[in-house]
């Protein structure tokens, strides 16, 4: 009878110690968001949207610029890193146990440590030298960086794929190439949309690599070889201003349009995703 | 009656672990084959080594040949998709594929390989499930997933979505032990029609199943074939004492 009690105190313990454990860990997250909301929200505008970006200190103007950079350079980043990165998964997932996988997985590994600011360097050295601050250099800085994020998830998404399954699709005469194609990685592309998730939200808030590579701008994307701003950029750009009053809530309110931004392409990937039957 | 199978001299390997030995056989046309053996024998890599299903793992090797209709399906120029293609298989547990729906189950194979002529699907699929003796019972919710339905309903969709394909021969791995009586005994049944049209190999656990199912049986043992005949010899007059043994369960 006693140990039962026991048993039950330690229980209680236990689930009390990791309720503390959860709220600890999500006050600070709560309070970015409310803090972000309630800061960002009296600076929305019409304006903030979709006007040029002011010089610092001067009222007016908005974010405009910006938006429509990160969205440019976090789509071609995508376009180039997505496609990398679910092959390479598919390649590492299917031979597993080949030499050029291991190589690759090690690889992989180192790649998704490697500090940002170091690609940045990278972009800066291979692409800019050759071409100039530009819309592409931002963009392969960032694909560089989804890449392994997008590659380890997928792996680990297809492993998961039940070996009965493919098996199934092979002994109807599927060929293996299209049956890891189309059923194993219908199986696996709730994992991988999260993997892809990950990577964009990530890359959609870099500032460091786009500090060497798109170098910011104030001005409407003028192409792809060309300067541009971002989002990130703008708010760092604004939270340095000597001018608080009028750039601190801009900046507040770039912060809150970017974590809008990374809230839509959630929703969407994961609405594009679902399963069909639950 | 002719030989649709000829199995000879194969022997196959997972990595450096010998599991079946120098196999000979001859399986007819248009009847059950039945292969029965103690677990761990080698019945599942015997059937799966008829359909190249075997060299999908990892570090297994296959030796001998197997004729199917006189031409050896691990001959040089032969494309182990179109192997599958004419003889289907039906796993020991049913694996329907859960993200899609009981008519996309069935036509699966067609779909997967690019058919997408629409009438001539909705056709495949009513005359795949009416042979697997499912349509009535799923006619009215097409659309609903496959992992929805009960195992032995599963289990048909399965047979369903081999004969969809159209081939010759069905090979399957015990397909009632994840069954309760009812549904086992309903798929009994089915194999028994099938075999009117297809050349059916069933590997089972179940002695009575083989002798209700089965024209012919083959005892496997330790990966040997200890004995093939009928099975009204088999089970009334083995020749080896092992079988004898085997079937009178006293090992297995
Ligand atoms: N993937 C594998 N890797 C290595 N060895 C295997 C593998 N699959 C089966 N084996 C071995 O091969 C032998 C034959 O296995 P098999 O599955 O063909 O037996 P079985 O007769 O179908 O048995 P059961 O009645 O239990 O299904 C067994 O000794 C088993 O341990
Ligand atoms: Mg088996």
């Known amino acids: 009878m006693r140990s039962y009690r026991f048993r039950k105190l330690e229980d209680l313990i236990m689930i009390s110690l990791a309720y503390a454990a959860l709220i600890i860990a999500l006050i600070p997250l709560a309070s970015i968001l409310v803090e972000t909301v309630s800061r960002g929200l009296p600076a929305m505008s019409f304006s903030l949207l979709f006007e040029e970006i002011p010089p610092l200190g001067q009222s007016g103007g908005g974010i405009g610029p910006a938006i429509q950079g990160t969205l440019i350079v976090v789509t071609l980043a995508s376009i180039m890193g997505i496609p990398i990165g679910v092959f390479s998964g598919i390649y590492l997932a299917e031979f597993r146990q080949s030499r050029l996988a291991s190589a690759a997985r090690f690889l992989n590994d180192v790649l998704t440590n490697v500090p940002s600011i170091v690609l940045g360097i990278f972009g800066w050295a291979f692409v800019v030298v050759a071409i100039g601050w530009s819309v592409i250099a931002g963009a392969i800085a960032l694909a560089i960086m989804m890449i392994p994020i997008v590659t380890r998830t997928t792996e680990e998404a297809i492993k998961l794929v039940p070996l009965t399954i493919r098996e199934a699709a092979i002994a109807l005469g599927v060929p293996q190439w299209k049956t890891t194609l189309t059923v194993v990685l219908s199986s696996a592309k709730k994992g991988i949309a999260t993997g892809i998730l990950l990577a964009v939200a990530r890359i959609s808030g870099e500032t460091a690599p786009l500090l060497l590579t798109i170098l910011g701008s104030r001005f409407w994307f003028s192409g792809f070889t060309q300067p541009t701003a971002a989002i990130p950029l703008a708010i760092f750009n604004f939270s340095q201003s000597p001018f608080r009053t009028v750039d601190l809530p801009r900046a507040w309110g770039a912060s809150l349009i970017l974590i809008f931004i990374v809230l839509v392409i959630n929703i969407i990937l994961r609405y594009s995703t679902r399963e069909k039957y639950g | ?252």
Request: hydrophobic share 40%; aromatic share 6%.
């Open chain 2, 1 to 252: 009656m002719r030989y649709k199978i000829e199995i000879q001299s194969l022997s196959a390997w997972f990595g450096s672990k010998q599991v079946l030995q120098d196999i000979t056989m001859r399986i007819k046309e248009n009847v059950v084959t039945a292969i029965i053996g103690p677990s761990g024998c080698g019945k599942t890599t015997l059937i799966r080594c008829l359909n190249r299903m075997h060299e999908l793992t990892p570090r297994a090797k296959v030796t001998g040949r197997v004729l199917l209709d006189g031409e050896d399906i691990y001959g040089e120029n032969v494309d182990p998709v179109t192997v599958r293609r004419r003889i289907g298989m039906v796993f020991q547990k049913p694996n329907p594929f859960p993200m899609m729906s009981i008519y996309d189950n069935t036509v699966a194979g067609l779909k997967l390989n690019g058919v997408t002529d629409k009438k001539r699907l909705d056709e495949v699929v009513e005359k795949s499930l009416r042979a697997a003796h499912l349509w009535d019972e799923v006619k009215s919710e097409l659309g609903k997933s496959g992992a929805s339905l009960s195992g032995g309903q599963q289990q048909r969709l399965c047979i369903a979505r081999a004969l969809a394909i159209e081939p010759e021969v069905i090979l399957m791995d015990e397909p009632t032990s994840a069954l309760d009586p009812t549904a086992a005994a309903k798929i009994e049944q089915l194999i028994r029609i099938l075999a009117e049209n297809y050349t059916v190999v069933i590997v089972t656990h179940n002695m009575q199943q083989a002798a209700r199912v089965s024209d012919f049986t083959a005892f496997l043992y330790l990966g040997k074939l200890v004995e093939y005949g009928s099975t009204k010899d088999i089970f009334e007059n083995p020749k080896s004492e092992l079988t004898e043994k085997y079937i009178t369960g006293e090992f297995g």
